[in-house]
């Protein structure tokens, strides 16, 4: 009688261990989640520095050109997007595909372009992020694993935030990091064996 007692206790205590993870996991993840909550709403709002432009031509995934909105005489200027670098048109699919979305999503927009601590780079290019509503696009394109983190100090101003977007595109094997047709080099490599 006490082996069929011991069996009996034993095999409650396993049932219900499944039931106490599981509602300690929910707990947890409802925890997360309004953890997450409180701080987005107690953190203040990120202050976006900048001027409202219209991207006329998107050149590559890095580079577009715009016009200043407030001044549309002005002539129009390069702009090569900070804390990224982009694949270019020769190292298929990768460079038209983020080409294709940056279009997508900023040609003919008014976007915000923030500058950094450098305005311009060797290229005479200006250097900036640029921001459409609320939506930094420089991370945004690494977020979908279209370009690479790629710093240029002392412009490093969202460097953090494009590094933890590339972490967490790397981990889900998104665009450039998909392991059956990932990016053989980096752009930076890329350009140094074209020699540009």
Avoid: C, H
């Amino acid at each position: 009688m006490n082996s069929r007692t011991d069996k009996r206790s034993t095999t409650t205590s396993v049932r219900r261990s499944p039931s106490r993870a599981i509602t300690l996991v929910l707990f947890l993840v409802g925890f997360l989640v309004i953890a997450n909550l409180v701080i987005s709403f107690t953190q203040p709002k990120e202050q976006i520095n900048g001027d409202v432009w219209i991207i006329n031509r998107v050149v590559s995934g890095q580079t577009v050109e715009a016009t200043i909105a407030s001044n549309p005489n002005m002539p129009i200027q390069r702009v090569r997007l900070l804390g990224i670098s982009a694949p270019l048109k020769e190292q298929a699919p990768w460079g038209d595909r983020a080409r294709q979305r940056l279009s997508d999503l900023i040609k003919d927009q008014k976007v915000i372009l923030e500058f950094d601590i450098d305005d311009k780079d060797n290229s005479d290019r200006l250097l900036a992020y640029i921001w459409k509503d609320n939506l930094l696009v420089n991370q945004y394109l690494v977020s979908e694993g279209l370009a690479i983190a790629d710093s240029y100090p002392p412009n490093i101003k969202y460097d953090a935030r494009i590094s933890q977007a590339q972490s967490r595109a790397r981990l889900q094997e998104l665009g450039i990091w998909d392991t059956q047709n990932p990016l053989r080099l980096s752009p930076r490599d890329f350009r140094r064996q074209l020699g540009n």
